[in-house]
């Protein structure tokens, strides 16, 4: 079987060790990687402080660090091709949705590559003599811990804002879907790239990226995962003073008034809920809907549904794709089933999907009639089982929204009003918000949450900053320092 390796100081590295990686859509083996063990992940680490204090990479100036990112923006859009069918393959998402997303994913690196070459200290006004410059230098050695149901785009995410900044990087992806991020590690190497700025590790969170977060060399933890994750983490992090961006989930509310048409309403709640098998941490799990036009809405959204094109995730005519594994599978089975016991009706869906033609991890895209307060209304599901409230007003709807969990990631507002359109996006409590529009994202824009979906904010000038430090220089040339030597000299 192939075997990838890992990405260490510009070239493959393997060991004794390793995990396979499989096909959701067929469960059959694509391919092995790397279980790193601690010792290899010390010695990657040790490898990666002394490339820090010595690569020109974290000396270069901002016109070094565009070129070489922009170089890699291009070469990444000439591979996007070939890094969208391996996507497809080990995450069984469907092509069409790959091809569009991947597609974008290069603007990235040239907003980063950008905003490095862009970006501007500051002088303060202090008082007196005195010129007080603010520059912003990089952290270290930091590690991203990724996902696996967007492996390319959040590794890309992250990994663009911490290079712009002049750090070294140390990339572990989900050992579940680690495949097209391994190919980054040559492709930045040929943009220009000093050897050892960029090392992909592989293994499992509960090991590998353990090690990596338990050393406490490293200068920063950035993770897109799990609450339980950020859990296990943070006590050390906390010891080790290491800071974190946690993305950790969310119960994105759809809030659907009745100034929306009932099918353009429609559309939008099926691509909120079921792009990428409701496995985002943006799925619009939470129907909110007004009473106004909810029968009408309700029978199309259940057709629409049932009508949705489960197959081959490289059938280019395939709407829903597989869900990760096994494991998913049945979360998704033991989430419709309490949500039955609860009272919940079962409008759609609620059954692992299969056919003789294929195997594989499927589940049929689900539907469920709930009210506020129970599981389903307020809990994860990271899967295609979607939650449908009925609402009496838009107070109603808001108060949902803001106080049925403590996820508050992401929320979508559907609503033809100009007014209710502005009343309900200041008043809902999300970190991000779309007025008629969801799973909108863009390089320029802060991603991230509140509450429990986690602290910091992928994308932008602060996802850039907090890769760096502050630093605060102080030039006098008025104030003399005759403190005990006469009165009245200027203190502070």
């Not at 007003?393 to 403590?406: M, P, R, V």
């Not at 929320?411 to 529009?437: K, L, P, Y």
């Not at 932008?460 to 104030?479: D, I, M």
Request: with cysteine.
């Amino acid at each position: 079987m192939l075997h990838i390796p890992n990405w260490i100081n510009g070239q493959d590295s393997s060991g004794a060790s390793r995990l396979t990686v499989i096909n959701p859509a067929n469960e059959t083996p694509l391919a092995t990687i790397e279980a790193t063990p601690r010792e290899q992940v010390e010695a990657i680490i040790t490898d990666s402080l002394h490339n820090f204090h010595h690569s020109p990479w974290t000396q270069s100036d901002a016109s070094q660090r565009f070129t070489v990112l922009s170089t890699a923006a291009s070469l990444l859009r000439d591979a996007i091709p070939e890094l969208t069918e391996l996507e497809v393959r080990q995450t069984g998402r469907p092509i069409r949705e790959m091809r569009a997303q991947l597609s974008r994913i290069p603007e990235w690196l040239e907003y980063f590559a950008s905003l490095a070459r862009t970006y501007e200290g500051a002088v303060t006004p202090f008082k007196g003599p005195v010129v007080n410059t603010l520059t912003r230098r990089p952290l270290g050695v930091v590690v991203q811990l990724t996902p696996w149901n967007h492996p390319l785009l959040i590794s890309v995410k992250k990994v663009a804002a911490a290079l712009a900044a002049g750090n070294v990087v140390i990339l572990k992806p989900s050992e579940l879907a680690p495949l097209s991020v391994l190919r980054l590690g040559p492709l930045f190497k040929q943009a220009g790239l000093p050897d050892g700025v960029l090392q992909i590790v592989c293994g499992t969170g509960r090991e590998t990226g353990r090690f990596l977060v338990e050393d406490k060399r490293i200068a920063r933890i950035d993770l897109t995962g799990s609450l339980a994750t950020y859990q296990a983490l943070a006590p050390i992090a906390g010891r080790n003073l290491v800071p974190i961006t946690a993305e950790l989930g969310g119960k994105a509310p759809v809030c659907v008034f009745p100034s929306v048409p009932v099918e353009e309403a429609v559309q939008a709640a099926l691509f909120a809920a079921f792009i990428a098998s409701g496995q985002t941490c943006v799925t619009g799990s939470r129907i909110l809907v007004h009473a106004d036009g909810y029968d009408a809405f309700l029978a199309r959204l259940v057709e629409r549904t049932k009508a949705l094109r489960i197959g081959d995730p490289m059938d280019s005519h395939t709407q829903v794709g597989a869900v990760i594994n096994a494991a998913a599978v049945r979360r998704c089975e033991e989430f419709v089933s309490r949500a039955v016991a609860q009272g919940g009706r079962l409008l759609c869906g609620g059954n692992q999907y299969q056919t003789e033609s294929f195997s594989g991890f499927f589940f049929a895209p689900t539907l469920i009639e709930t009210v506020p307060g129970t599981e389903l209304a307020c809990t994860e599901v990271f899967g295609p089982v979607i939650a449908v409230i009925k609402c009496a007003s838009e107070e109603e709807i808001i108060k949902i929204a803001n106080h049925d969990t403590q996820l508050a990631l992401g929320a979508s507002v559907w609503t033809h009003d100009f007014a209710q359109a502005h009343r309900v996006a200041e008043a809902i409590e999300a970190g991000i918000v779309w007025v008629n529009g969801h799973h909108l994202n863009d390089p320029s824009s802060p991603w991230g949450g509140f509450g429990e979906s986690g602290l910091g904010k992928e994308n932008g000038r602060a996802a850039y900053e907090s890769y760096t430090r502050l630093k605060s220089t102080v030039f006098n040339y008025g104030v003399l320092p005759v403190w005990f030597d006469e009165e009245g000299a200027r203190y502070g």
